[in-house]
């Protein structure tokens, strides 16, 4: 993430990748403040056998689109909530990649962060097949929640 204020959306992610038992790594690495630390980051992700790389940003938000310029490791890009303009800044900042320099883009905030992770399992589990069972059973323990949910919806408010 580019700063530690982002852990709060960001720690979305890390709860669902560790319910799944997938390993990861949350850390800072700021497009603006440490950009030799980015770059190494970037440029060694692969032959560290990152297979994917989550990067949430508020504001400017330039860290996703960094990151995918310094690594062929797919980048899944979480716009972070600003203060001033709640995240539509930060989306625009990650969406708007150049052609030929791609980002996966998730929604602002916390459905992102926790899509994110969910894509990133998806995309580990069409090699795994363990991981694709524990994805399939959270679906379908999704579908039965959104069952359930019919049972609750009354007009007995009087």
């Known amino acids: 993430?580019?700063?530690?204020?982002?852990?709060d959306i960001m720690r979305l992610a890390a709860e669902i990748l560790t319910d799944f038992g997938v390993p990861f790594e949350a850390q800072v690495v700021s497009a603006h403040?440490?950009?030799d630390e980015l770059f190494r980051y970037a440029e060694q992700a692969r032959g560290r056998g990152l297979q994917a790389i989550i990067a949430g940003a508020g504001g400017a938000a330039h860290l996703p689109g960094m990151l995918a310029a310094k690594?062929?490791?797919?980048v899944l890009g979480v716009p972070v909530p600003s203060?001033?303009?709640?995240?539509?800044?930060?989306l625009h900042s990650i969406v708007q990649?150049?052609?030929?320099?791609?980002v996966?883009?998730?929604?602002?905030g916390a459905a992102g962060a926790a899509n994110a992770a969910l894509f990133a399992v998806a995309m580990l589990a069409n090699h795994d097949e363990a991981l694709r069972d524990k994805l399939d059973a959270f679906r379908?323990?999704?579908?039965?929640?959104?069952?359930?949910?019919?049972a609750?919806?009354?007009l007995d408010d009087k």
């Open 1 to 7: 993430m580019g700063s530690s204020s982002d852990w």
């Open 104 to 108: 996966a883009t998730f929604a602002i």
């Open 97 to 102: 990649m150049p052609k030929g320099v791609p």
């Open 140 to 150: 379908a323990r999704q579908t039965e929640v959104a069952r359930a949910m019919t």
């Open 71 to 74: 690594t062929p490791v797919p």
């Open 33 to 35: 403040r440490m950009p």
């Open 83 to 90: 203060r001033h303009l709640q995240g539509v800044d930060s």
């Open 152 to 154: 609750d919806l009354t």
